[in-house]
Nanobody, 117 residues
Framework: QVHLVESGGGLAQAGGSLRLSCAAT??????????MAWHRQSPGKQPETVAL???????TYADSVKGRFTISRDNSKNTLFLEMGSLKPEDTADYFC?????????WGQGTQVTVSS
């Protein structure tokens, strides 16, 4: 019903920026109705919800990224974004986008972000 594909990960230097995208292919569900989020997972660390955006466009951020990352969505293109700035080595992780609607959860396969000091 919802297929999510992340892109935009890679290697960045500390202080730099990256933009992640999550393209959604949907059937029987309207992308704009989905609450969307970015999560990240680093080896040896607990998974972290980085940012959330509701279907109405309200956003929430983890304290660790507040002021540095921006989540947004383009419903006309069924795409979710994460603008990451002032990157730190501790931002190194696999980043996953996820969508939820009426109790159903959909996940992408992830994209790797590595920040060098």
């Amino acid at each position: 019903q919802v297929h999510l594909v992340e892109s935009g990960g890679g290697l960045a230097q500390a202080g730099g920026s990256l933009r992640l995208s999550c393209a959604a292919t949907v059937s029987e569900i309207i992308f704009s109705n989905l609450a969307m989020a970015w999560h990240r997972q680093s080896p040896g660390k607990q998974p972290e919800t980085v940012a959330l955006i509701t279907s109405a466009g309200s956003t929430t951020y983890a304290d660790s990224v507040k002021g540095r990352f921006t989540i947004s969505r383009d419903n006309s293109k069924n795409t979710l974004f994460l603008e990451m700035g002032s990157l730190k080595p501790e931002d190194t992780a696999d980043y996953f986008c996820a969508g939820s609607w009426q109790g159903k959860r959909f996940w992408g396969q992830g994209t790797q972000v590595t920040v060098s000091s």
